[in-house]
């Protein structure tokens, strides 16, 4: 118990005096031994959030790690899911070829924690909860030490300079004691020293292992990459072999191409069930159907489905899928890049130069648009040759289906470009369809893809059958005369004023028509 006392005594004497201690590392020792706590903390505090950045379970073998990873689960699934589908779906293919994707990355990602945790964590952790800690606990022994050698040094130098001759004769054993205790300090201190030495050369070993952290990064990154970069062809190839895409919104081209069509399905599937139940029916293209059967429709078409027999008994809708069709082209079907010499060619004032213009401009329409103009057009012709019941005539199919075919690139609000472009459009396709066997004298097959079924009723004869086809410029007059038009045969409309109410992207606009002049034959000598 005296002992003990005399013990914290000499401790607290130490610690109010601080010179008396006996101080036995070197400046470069001390200033390693400060970093060692701050190191011991950063790189501690920087291992537990890389742990959290790992999703595998540390310590498991490799097997059960790559099961339970996230990525494994969800590659799995895919597959499951894709044998369910079947392969047959889209869906089906691109999940399977997705999951095996997914799971080569996993396999990547198992491997790279694999290898962060056996490089770079397991070392740190045994730098920080084993190496630092065993210096740490050195530095405690060694001032432990350091304060018995103290305690000792004191009672050796009190007992030579005691007049009592009892404490004067324990002088030697005392002196024994401090060199022992002294001893004991060394041997702690060289320990000591070369652990602090040994932990700041390499420090840079210790940095070296987050070199190998990022390029761990890097490799799993890449390797993930190429695993990825590898399916994505693949998978691009089968979406682009799948011909269930929607029609509607899409460039016709490309609908045509993935659907190996002439005529795009929308087009020819509408006209065909109109030539059957809607050719009679007053205002068609004019009067809007229902929403709900429009929208069922337009779906039913998205699907390149045949099976439409319930539409048949509605040709408001039917017609109103064909204009909602042309309208959400992302190119309208007469096309942006030939729209100022569409605009151009209704400007002409004379009437045989403004149809050849027309007929010129039509004839640089890029094929897919040319086709299927032509074969709408060749419709529009049939519908209006029943006006007398329908109300249909060609200048009020141009007025309600024209915005829907021609429009600007850069438009402003719908408005604007309906007051814009109105009287220009109808002047453009009116005398189009007036004149639809000149503008296209081959005969059209509706129904161009055999999927329909023909009309029942019988066909309408054509619209002047007897009519010379021949375009302008394509002879010259004996005579020699290719600039004069022949003036000799009429193809007359009636001079009326037409009131009618159409619809641009469902904004009503009203337009009048003003009486127009004859119009002359197109069957002229021009020289183009």
């Known amino acids: 118990m005296k002992k003990q006392f005399n013990r914290m005594k000499q401790l607290a004497n130490q610690t109010v005096g601080r010179a008396e201690k006996t101080e036995v590392l070197s400046d470069d020792l001390i200033q390693i031994e400060k970093r060692l706590e701050t190191v011991r903390s950063v790189l501690h505090n920087t291992n537990k959030k890389l742990v959290s950045c790992l999703q595998g379970q540390l310590g498991t073998d490799t097997d059960k790690r790559h099961k339970k990873l996230p990525l494994t689960t969800l590659s799995q699934a895919m597959q499951d899911g894709s044998g369910q589908i079947g392969e047959d779906s889209p869906i089906g293919k691109m999940m399977d070829v997705c999951g095996d994707a997914l799971g080569k990355v996993a396999t990547e990602l198992m491997g790279y924690e ?17 190496e630092i800690p065993n210096i740490l606990k050195q530095r405690k022994q060694l001032a432990k030490l350091v304060l018995d050698y103290d305690s000792a040094k004191t009672r050796w130098y009190q007992a030579t300079k005691s007049n009592n001759q009892a404490v004067v004769a324990k002088a030697d054993s005392l002196k024994d004691e401090m060199d022992e205790a002294l001893n004991k300090v060394e041997i702690c201190k060289d320990q000591l020293s070369a652990d602090l030495y040994s932990f700041y050369s390499k420090e840079g070993e210790y940095a070296r292992y987050y070199v190998t952290l990022l390029e761990a990064q890097a490799v799993y990154h890449r390797k993930s990459l190429e695993a990825l970069e590898a399916a994505i062809p693949t998978i691009k190839r089968q979406q682009d072999s799948c011909t269930e895409k929607p029609a509607f919104g899409t460039a016709l081209e490309e609908h045509l191409k993935r659907s190996n069509r002439e005529i795009a399905l929308p087009m020819e599937a509408c006209v065909m069930m109109l030539l059957e139940t809607g050719m009679k029916e007053e205002g068609l293209f004019r009067i ?24 048949y008994s509605d040709p408001h809708a039917v017609a109103g899928a064909l204009k909602s069709y042309l309208r959400e082209l992302p190119e309208p079907l007469m096309t942006f890049s030939l729209y100022d010499e569409w605009i151009q060619a209704s400007n002409v004032s004379d009437p045989d130069k403004r149809l050849q213009a027309l007929w010129v401009t039509c004839d640089h329409l890029p ?13 529009l ?4 040759q029943d006006s007398d019941v329908n109300k249909m005539t060609p200048s009020n199919i141009a007025i309600v289906l024209g915005p ?37 004298p081959e005969e059209v097959d ?8 023909m009309p029942s009723h019988p066909p309408t004869p054509e619209l002047e059958s007897h009519m010379d086809r021949r375009r302008p410029g394509s002879l010259v007059g004996q005579d020699g005369d290719s600039h004069t038009p022949r003036k000799d045969r009429y193809l007359s ?10 619809v641009v992207a469902d904004e009503s606009i009203t337009v009048t028509e003003t009486p127009t002049e004859d119009l002359p034959s197109p069957d002229f000598k021009a020289e183009l």
Not at 118 to 130: G, H, Y
């Open 114 to 130: 694999v290898q962060i945790e056996k490089d770079i964590l397991d070392p740190l952790n045994q730098l920080t909860e084993v």
């Open 288 to 311: 809007a159907a229902g929403a709900s059967k429009l929208k069922k429709l337009k779906a039913a078409l998205d699907c390149s489905t045949s099976q439409l027999e319930e539409f």
């Open 367 to 379: 094929k897919a648009h040319k086709a299927n103009l032509r074969y709408l057009v060749k419709f």
């Open 381 to 384: 012709a049939k519908l209006a």
């Open 404 to 440: 829907n075919l021609l429009w600007a690139k850069t438009e402003g609000t719908l408005a604007e470009m309906a007051a814009a472009t109105s009287v220009h459009v109808v002047a453009i396709i009116e005398p189009i369809i007036q004149h639809a066997d000149w503008f296209f």
């Open 446 to 453: 509706f129904n161009v893809s055999g999927m329909f079924a």
């Open 493 to 502: 409309r009636p001079n009326l004023t037409v009131s009618a109410l159409y």
